[in-house]
């Protein structure tokens, strides 16, 4: 199973986008676990997870989330600005299935 962390300035705009990612894993009868949480867990919540989205509207924290994310062996890209405005959770999930792999 692999384990997403969607990441945002606190947590809660992201948390639609949650909900269609789950939709779509669902309709592929993928086994995800996927998560929203606020930038200030980041450090702590990443440990847990296999690999972390972060929303456009905090891409300049970008460069530090990927330094603590290397030190584990892990990856960290942004969504992409359209899919997220679109809330389109099976181009979400692709790109966050890319980086766990």
């Known amino acids: 199973m692999k384990k997403i962390l969607l990441v945002c ?3 809660m705009s992201t948390s639609l986008v949650v909900k269609r990612m789950q939709e ?3 309709k592929r ?3 995800v676990e996927i998560q929203a949480k606020g930038m200030s867990d980041f450090k702590n919540a990443i ?3 296999d690999c972390a989205l972060l929303g ?3 891409a300049y924290k970008l460069a ?3 330094q603590i ?3 584990l062996n892990k990856r960290v890209e942004t969504i992409n600005m359209m899919d997220y405005g679109m809330v389109n959770g099976e181009k979400i999930l692709d790109h966050a299935l890319s980086l766990c792999n």
């Open 24 to 26: 779509a894993a669902a």
């Open 29 to 31: 009868e993928l086994e």
């Open 56 to 58: 456009p509207q905090i």
């Open 64 to 66: 530090d989330c990927k």
């Open 9 to 11: 300035d606190l947590g």
């Open 47 to 49: 440990t847990a997870f």
């Open 69 to 71: 994310a290397a030190a």
